[in-house]
C-alpha cells in the first residue's frame, strides 16, 4: 500500500503534515480551519474530495490530494447533524435548523467558489453554492437524515422525468417525533409517514437511521433513544412496512449504526450499533426474514469496551472494519469479524464526534481504473505523470480513516 500524503510537501493553508513510522503513531495530516467542533464528515468523488460540517453551520470541501479547501460556506444557522453526496455534482447537508439542503457543486463550479476559511472571515462574506432544493424536516432529537438511491425509478415522480437521478430520504417525523418519515427527492414529496408507528413498546426517539436496499427490499434501520436496534422492510405489494428484526443490546441510547452495503447474495444483513453506554452490538438477520414477532432478539454478538460515549460508528467499504468516534478523544477500530479492537488513535485532546473511511477500490474490479489510465497517457506521451496526477492516484488507493474533534480539527489516518 502506498503511503499517503505524508511524503508529500505541504503546501500551507488547511493544515500540518506529519511524517510516520507506523500509521498508529500519528496522523497523517491534520487538517485546521473548522472554528468549532465537527460534526459530520464524508469522502466521495473517488476519494478526492472530504466534506466537513462543524456546530456553527459552516460546511468546506476539501481537495484531499492538495489539503486545500475548494469550497467555504455557512450552510446552516445552527450545527449540521450529516453531509453526503448524491452525486458527484450535488450535496446534501442536514442541519438542527430544521433544514435539508441540496447544494450545486459540480468540479467546474469550484473555482468560481469561496475558499476562505471560517476563522479567516464573517459568514456573509461567503457566496454558497447554487441551492437546488431546500426541505422543511425535524431536527429535534439530532438524529441525521438517512439517503438511498430510490429504487424504482418514476414510482414517485413523472415517468417522462425517470430517467433523473432520485433519491429517498429517511427523517424524524415532524408529525410524531417518535416516528419517521421518508421524502422523494427531486419531488420533495414525502411518500410514507410515521414509520413505526404500530411498533406495541416504547422506544422514545429515533436517533440514528440508515436507508438502503437489500434483496431488492427497501430497508430502513433505526438506532432508538431506549437503547432499541429496529429493521423495518418495505412490502412493495402492499405498502406496508413490517417489522424484520428487534433488539436492544443498550441501556443507553443508540448514538451511531452502520451495516455492511455488499454481504453478498447469501449472506445476512449484517450492521451494528453503538451507544452512549460502552456497548457495541453486532446484529445479523437472514436474507428473506419474516417479520419478528413481539419478542426481542438477541443481537449475534456483544462487547463491552469499557468506553461510553462512542459515536459516529462507521464501516468501511470493504466490510473488514470499523471505527468510532470516543468521547474520550480516542477513535477506535475494530475487527468488524470478530469485534475485537485492533487499534486506538490518540491524538486529539478533546471528545470526537465523527469518523469517516475512505473508499476501498478493488482495482480486479476496474481495468480502467484512474492508474492504468494515466500511466497509459505517460507512455503515449512518452513522459513522466505530474506530481499532482501522482498525488490524486495515491489519494484514490490509500486506506484513510479521517477523524473529526471538539477541536475543531480533522486527523487524517493511514489505515491497514
Known amino acids: 500500500m502506498m503511503a499517503m500524503a505524508s511524503r508529500i510537501a505541504s503546501t500551507g493553508g488547511g493544515g500540518s503534515s506529519r511524517s510516520i513510522g507506523s500509521a498508529m ?5 491534520v487538517i485546521r480551519g473548522h472554528p468549532s467542533p465537527v460534526h459530520a464528515l464524508h469522502f466521495y468523488r473517488s476519494n478526492s474530495r472530504l466534506l466537513s460540517a462543524d456546530a456553527e453551520g459552516w460546511i468546506v470541501l476539501w481537495d484531499l490530494p492538495i489539503r486545500r479547501p475548494v469550497a467555504v460556506w455557512k450552510g446552516h444557522d445552527s450545527a449540521v447533524l450529516g453531509v ?61 437524515f438517512a439517503m438511498c438511491m430510490c429504487l424504482y425509478p418514476g414510482q414517485y415522480y413523472p415517468p417522462e422525468n425517470s430517467s433523473d437521478s432520485q433519491i429517498l430520504l429517511a427523517v424524524p417525523s415532524s408529525k410524531d417525533p417518535n416516528t419517521i418519515d421518508i421524502y422523494h427527492l427531486p419531488s420533495q414529496t414525502r411518500v ?6 404500530h411498533l406495541n413498546f416504547k422506544t422514545g426517539m429515533p436517533m440514528a437511521l440508515r436507508l438502503f436496499s437489500f434483496n431488492s427490499q427497501l430497508t430502513l434501520l433505526a438506532g432508538y433513544e431506549s437503547g432499541h436496534a429496529i429493521v423495518f422492510t418495505l412490502d412493495p405489494q402492499s405498502n406496508i412496512w413490517h417489522t424484520a428484526y428487534s433488539s436492544k443490546p443498550h441501556t443507553q441510547p443508540v448514538l451511531s449504526l452502520d451495516y455492511h ?10 450492521f451494528y450499533t453503538s451507544s452512549a453506554d460502552s456497548i457495541i452490538a453486532k446484529h445479523e438477520i437472514q436474507p428473506n426474514a419474516v417479520p419478528a414477532n413481539s419478542e426481542e432478539e438477541a443481537p449475534s454478538q456483544i ?29 477506535r477500530v475494530y475487527n468488524a469479524k470478530n469485534m475485537k479492537e485492533v487499534a486506538v488513535l ?34 503515449a506521451n512518452d513522459t513522466i505523470t505530474t506530481v499532482s496526477q501522482q498525488r490524486e492516484e495515491r489519494t484514490r488507493q490509500a486506506h484513510v480513516l479521517a477523524a473529526g474533534s471538539k477541536d475543531g480539527r480533522i486527523s487524517l489516518w493511514e489505515i491497514f
Open 261 to 270: 452495503p455488499h454481504p453478498g447474495p447469501s449472506a445476512p444483513l449484517t
Open 25 to 29: 503513531e500519528a496522523p497523517v495530516y
Open 84 to 144: 453526503t453526496d448524491w452525486d458527484d455534482t450535488k450535496i446534501l447537508t442536514h442541519g438542527r435548523d430544521n433544514k435539508i439542503y441540496v447544494w450545486q457543486v459540480r468540479p467546474e463550479d469550484e473555482p468560481g467558489l469561496d475558499t476562505r476559511l471560517p476563522a479567516t472571515s464573517s459568514s456573509e462574506h461567503h457566496r454558497p453554492p447554487w441551492l437546488l432544493h431546500s426541505l422543511d424536516v425535524n431536527a429535534l432529537n439530532f438524529c441525521a
Open 303 to 331: 462487547i463491552n469496551t469499557r468506553h461510553a460515549g462512542q459515536q459516529g460508528l462507521n464501516l468501511r467499504s470493504d466490510g473488514r472494519i470499523f471505527a468510532t468516534a470516543g468521547w474520550d478523544s480516542r477513535i
Open 346 to 379: 490518540k491524538w486529539h485532546r478533546e471528545g470526537c464526534y465523527a469518523v469517516a473511511f475512505s473508499t476501498i477500490f478493488d482495482r480486479r474490479d476496474e481495468p480502467r481504473a484512474r492508474g492504468e489510465e494515466i500511466k497509459e497517457l505517460a507512455q
Open 192 to 197: 410514507h409517514a410515521t414509520v413505526g408507528q
